[in-house]
């Protein structure tokens, strides 16, 4: 990183799969300068992505590369001075949780790059009474005893997909938590009294045993809109630990049995304002499935001593904090290349379909994403284009053993008379040793008048042994 020497512009969404390179990548010795944008976004483009608000985000890399590559451009002083980092702080009072979100209410704040603006706030759990406290400093080793964790499989069903792809139709945003929490070791605080921002990574610290050399942490930061017991629950953040990697991640070792382990990692990157009048939850799990991949055995996890340190941005900072000119939709508003400009619908996209299924003589649980994105030809060309996907995942609720994946892509494209087709589909499973993956591609080609020919064909299975997963 110490080489890097050319100016860096990472733009993350909080929808995507990766979202914390925007305070990681700060942390590393780059002497270049480095500027960072984290919006709401799933993965597509700052002007297109679902959850918006979206912004002009051609006129802002333009800007940027104008600033940077061209020596004769003007740069004002005010972007002279644009400070580093920029998030998007959604709003826990002005939103309600859904499986469809198009936009969420919020607002783009700049971050001081050091500021008595910027803290930590401790949160300690006591699960023994369920509470959360706000109190100085870490718990004492030892204060109270162990509470298991529940080993539910599919309680991960309703955590929100882990890659969002920027279309509120996936419905893959996580939606109310409270169904979601019953299977789990949760506990909430009492109600605020004032407002808090959290902005960056939280910290957990906590002590857990297992019966089991194998075994993971999926942990869950809530915002309870309420003390009412039907009020929503929104999923602020979310964090997933394998247990095996306590000592080291490059060299995961076997969990020594009913011992107590000093647990130390961060959750994803938060950037919520929980309202005054709601509470803070805390939920642990030991399986989240299809979210994650279960251990290799039914195990039982105990929690004792847990702390949460949460980066802080004060509120009258937040609350004042104007608007960078150049992200502000009425000044910069999103622009984009009509698609109607080159491209021509010839089969509608039908709308996503989300299903889950549950088999009651198995206890099997399927879950089912399948998409047809249509068809469309580019006009310039001629040359047509479909496209099609079906993901699933499976587990019988009392196997880890069970769970399998199961995902399948058609591509077809057309031009001058002559369509070729390509399937490909992975398949993934699963015993307590190894898994096992099977590959299928496929290759297709039909000209006008005849019957279409496969062309091409690979089968291939293989054996991954399981080494602490």
């Known amino acids: 990183a110490q080489n890097i020497n050319i100016p860096i512009y990472s733009i993350q969404g909080m929808s995507d799969g990766y979202t914390d390179t925007t305070f990681k990548i700060k942390e590393l010795p780059i002497s270049s300068p480095v500027k960072c944008l984290l919006g709401p976004w799933g993965h597509d483009w700052p002007d297109q992505a679902q959850p918006g608000p979206q912004v002009g985000y051609l006129q802002e890399v333009t800007r940027y590369f104008k600033k940077h590559l061209k020596g004769n451009h003007k740069?004002?002083?005010?972007?002279?001075?644009?400070?580093?980092?920029?998030?998007?702080?959604?709003?826990?009072?002005?939103?309600?949780?859904?499986?469809?979100?198009?936009?969420?209410?919020?607002?783009f704040v700049t971050?001081?790059?050091?500021?008595?603006?910027?803290?930590?706030?401790?949160?300690?759990?006591?699960?023994?009474?369920?509470?959360i406290v706000f109190e100085q400093g870490k718990k004492e080793k030892g204060e109270e005893g162990f509470v298991e964790i529940p080993f539910h499989l599919i309680s991960g069903l309703d955590t929100g997909d882990w890659l969002g792809w920027g279309s509120a139709e996936l419905a893959g945003s996580p939606p109310c938590q409270r169904e979601e929490i019953q299977k789990t070791l949760w506990c909430s605080s009492s109600e605020l009294e004032s407002p808090f921002v959290i902005v960056g990574l939280p910290e957990v610290s906590l002590t857990v045993k297992v019966d089991q050399p194998v075994a993971q942490l999926f942990i869950r930061l809530l915002d309870f809109h309420s003390s009412s017991p039907s009020a929503p629950v929104t999923l602020i953040t979310k964090g997933a630990f394998n247990l095996n990697h306590y000592?080291?991640?490059?060299?995961?070792?076997?969990?020594?049995?009913?011992?107590?382990?000093?647990?130390?990692?961060?959750?994803?990157?938060?950037?919520?304002?929980?309202?005054?009048?709601h509470s803070l939850g805390v939920s642990l799990s030991s399986s989240a499935f299809p979210l994650l991949w279960p251990p290799p055995t039914p195990v039982s996890v105990f929690v004792s001593a847990c702390s949460i340190s949460l980066p802080t941005l004060d509120h009258n900072f937040y609350v004042s904090c104007?608007?960078?000119?150049h992200l502000n939709s009425s000044l910069f508003p999103p622009f984009c290349l009509s698609s109607t400009e080159y491209l021509r619908d010839i089969s509608a996209e039908q709308p996503p379909r989300r299903v889950v299924e549950k088999d009651l003589t198995t206890g099997t649980h399927t879950i089912s994403l399948?998409?047809?994105f249509?068809?469309?030809?580019?006009?310039?060309?001629?040359?047509?284009?479909?496209?099609?996907?079906?993901?699933?995942?499976?587990?019988?609720?009392?196997?880890?053993?069970?769970?399998?994946?199961?995902?399948?892509?058609?591509?077809?494209?057309?031009?001058?008379?002559?369509?070729i087709g390509v399937v490909g589909r992975i398949e993934m499973g699963c015993?307590?040793?190894?898994?096992?993956?099977?590959?299928?591609?496929?290759g297709s080609k039909k000209k006008d008048g005849e019957t279409e020919k496969e062309v091409y064909k690979r089968d291939k299975s293989y054996q991954v042994p399981r080494v602490f997963l």
């Open 247 to 277: 000592l080291s991640a490059s060299s995961p070792t076997p969990l020594p049995i009913n011992q107590p382990l000093e647990i130390s990692f961060s959750l994803n990157t938060a950037s919520y304002c929980v309202p005054a009048g």
């Open 370 to 372: 399948i998409q047809d």
């Open 431 to 442: 015993d307590e040793k190894q898994f096992t993956v099977r590959t299928i591609l496929r």
């Open 111 to 131: 971050l001081p790059s050091s500021s008595p603006s910027l803290g930590r706030l401790n949160v300690n759990v006591h699960w023994s009474n369920k509470e």
């Open 75 to 107: 740069v004002t002083r005010q972007q002279e001075k644009e400070d580093d980092i920029v998030v998007f702080v959604q709003d826990g009072g002005g939103n309600l949780p859904s499986r469809k979100v198009k936009e969420v209410k919020g607002k």
């Open 322 to 325: 104007p608007t960078p000119p």
């Open 374 to 419: 249509g068809g469309y030809e580019i006009t310039e060309t001629g040359m047509k284009y479909w496209e099609k996907e079906t993901d699933c995942w499976i587990i019988q609720e009392d196997d880890p053993t069970s769970a399998r994946s199961e995902s399948e892509v058609e591509v077809r494209m057309a031009h001058n008379g002559v369509e």
